[in-house]
């Protein structure tokens, strides 16, 4: 971990513990580039040597045939051994990098998850991290080669004749004046538009591939396979868009770089300077051989080009996930004084001209359960959500035994508040890592226990290796048999607030009761705070809380809430309507 620095929230902080490393790269290609033009000028030296009147001059010969040998062996071994560096640097990096974002994740509220596709941040840990591959590895090298090699190149030509010097730089002025033309305000918005629909391509296609069997069973599959498919439609577009408008600038650099055009243009204004007496023949030979290399590399930076933007940009969405504000933590956390749980006027807004949550006042007791209810998008998951602080409240507060949550520390408050959701999430590891993955040092039997009580136990047996059994490695899981497991981790735990979201949700009836009544049985002082549909855990609450438009509308017993004959009696009816007889 030494590569995480406190100044390595920017990606020049994770690129400077490395410094020493890129300046020997650059070295050691510098001289490897250098190096490599020997060859060239004692092909050229000895081309002029035997072209040239009068007689032979073999020692001049031998020394530059000899010194295009060391050349090309010091070449060798100075761009090996950079490439090695580069490549070992690249390792490095990208392990810093993902180290880096590892450890900002694991600070960032949870809530912000909830806000991002599963495609998108994996796109940014893995594609992304490893997408700076040639930023690291190659683009110095490159940068360095298309420098100093035509630096040197012409450093030598202008000594043969300066006018032929400047006509051949003119394939490599006409591919960097098409440079500029990459950069445009229009080619800029190509691109990013290419970047976010490969982005809702690979969230189509994480949503598609992880919910076909639901969506076939119910019948949905064709809506869905239809999504995936405008997700297609719409990225063909925009690659095509992106690619008209790179390719005939494209075209353009590659021609001008191309050998046969370079040859071209050294050749005629050779053959004028020749014409008009101002050059001899056997001079035109080191622009022949040194004009490819003057443009070799910078051909090899223009294809290389895509790769260094395409890594840059990958940069900058890293960047981004690590400018992600952490959930601020107190520098001396406070000590809750018991679990009572109380919102006092509490509001939250996702963006800041929305809000979700308005003037809630809530009080939670030790030892109740309560239920909150209410219809599709009335708040109630981003209540129960401010709970273990996935968020904070734009406005208010939420005091745990009397101490406000933002004043706890993250480590006591999840010690006090566990939860479980719809969307489930399971390690691939062993079943029983998977329950004791809040109290790891848990033993078999504690394990087995949680199991039998989340109604799990026999499901668990019948797995090719019982508890040691790998998940989505040697065994999968159905989403209830999931929540079942994450409902056991919970019990695991033991917390003394447990907030449930849609836990029994893909539950059938004879597990929801098992589970039920495993809460109630061991419930003792804990606070249970539940968001169901079904009526039988709405009835078994000590107080339902009815939201409605972010607002609490109505609360107290379901038989109170029933005899009002109000919103509450209403929903129940309704959902009475819906359940099966």
């Known amino acids: 971990m030494s590569d995480i620095r406190p100044d390595s929230g920017t990606v020049a902080g994770l690129l400077r513990p490395h410094a020493g490393g890129f300046a020997a790269l650059v070295i050691l290609q510098v001289i490897g580039a250098v190096a490599g033009l020997a060859p060239l000028l004692a092909v050229a030296e000895v081309g002029r040597a035997l072209l040239s009147p009068g007689p032979l001059d073999r020692a001049h010969v031998w020394s530059a045939v000899l010194a295009g040998v060391a050349g090309l062996l010091v070449r060798l071994l100075f761009t090996a051994a950079s490439s090695g560096i580069g490549h070992l640097l690249d390792g ?23 806000r991002r596709g599963t495609g998108e941040l994996a796109k940014v840990v893995g594609e992304d991290v490893s997408a700076v ?39 490599v002025l006409l591919a960097v004046a098409l440079v500029p033309l990459m950069m445009t305000p229009a080619r800029q918005r190509e691109q990013r538009e290419f970047d976010a ?51 005939p600038i494209a075209a353009g650099m590659q021609t001008a770089l191309a050998p046969p055009f370079v040859l071209l243009v050294v050749l005629a204004g050779g053959t004028v300077l020749i014409a008009g007496g101002g050059l001899a023949p056997a001079d035109l030979l080191p622009f022949l051989l040194l004009g490819l290399g ?45 679990h009572r ?18 003037g809630v006042d809530l009080v939670l007791e030790p030892g109740t359960t309560t239920a909150i209810v209410g219809p599709s998008g009335s708040g109630k998951s981003t209540l129960v959500q401010l709970l273990p602080r996935f968020f904070d409240p734009t406005h208010g507060s939420i005091t745990l035994g009397g101490v406000d949550l933002r004043e706890l520390g993250s480590g006591q408050l999840y010690r006090t508040i566990s939860f479980v959701f719809q969307d489930i999430r399971l390690l691939r590891a062993s079943v029983a890592d998977n329950i004791a993955l809040a109290v790891p040092r848990a033993g078999r039997d504690q394990v087995v226990r949680a199991a039998k009580l989340a109604d799990v136990h026999d499901r668990i047996l019948r797995l090719p290796r019982g508890y040691d059994t790998v998940l989505d490695e040697e065994a999968g899981l159905s989403r209830g048999e999931a929540q079942r497991i994450a409902i056991a981790r919970a019990l695991l735990a033991d917390t003394p607030v447990l907030v449930l979201d849609e836990a029994t949700a893909f539950a059938d009836p004879q597990t929801e009761q098992a589970v039920r009544q495993a809460l109630t049985t061991s419930q003792g002082d804990r606070t249970i705070v539940v968001i169901a549909h079904r009526l039988e855990t709405i009835a078994d609450a000590d107080t339902v809380v009815m939201l ?25 009816r309704s959902h009475r309507g819906d359940e099966p007889r």
């Open 92 to 114: 490095r990096v990208q392990l810093a990098f993902r180290r880096r974002l590892a450890a900002h994740l694991g600070r960032v509220p949870i809530g912000w998850f909830s």
């Open 133 to 171: 591959h040639p930023f690291i590895a190659h683009t110095p090298g490159e940068l360095v080669s298309a420098f100093v090699v035509p630096l040197v190149s012409l450093v030598y030509l202008f000594t043969v004749d300066w006018r032929l010097t400047l006509i051949t730089l003119i394939p």
């Open 197 to 247: 629909a490969m982005g809702r391509i690979a969230d189509s296609v994480v949503e598609f591939v992880q919910g076909i069997a639901v969506v076939k069973a119910f019948g949905g599959a064709e809506r869905t396979h239809r999504r995936f498919l405008t997700a297609t439609d719409e990225f063909a577009g925009t690659f095509l868009r992106w690619a008209r408008g790179l390719a």
């Open 294 to 338: 003057l443009t070799a590399p910078v051909a090899a930076l223009g294809h290389g080009f895509d790769d260094m933007r395409a890594a840059w940009r990958a940069v900058g969405r890293i960047k981004d996930v690590l400018a992600v504000e952490p959930l601020p933590e107190p520098a001396r956390p406070a000590a809750a004084r018991g």
């Open 341 to 358: 749980l109380e919102l006092r006027d509490v509001s939250f807004g996702y963006d800041a001209g929305r809000t979700v949550l308005r």
């Open 548 to 572: 409605d438009d972010g607002a609490i509308v109505e609360r107290g017993t379901p038989a109170e809430l029933l005899s009002q004959d109000g919103r509450f009696a209403a929903f129940w």
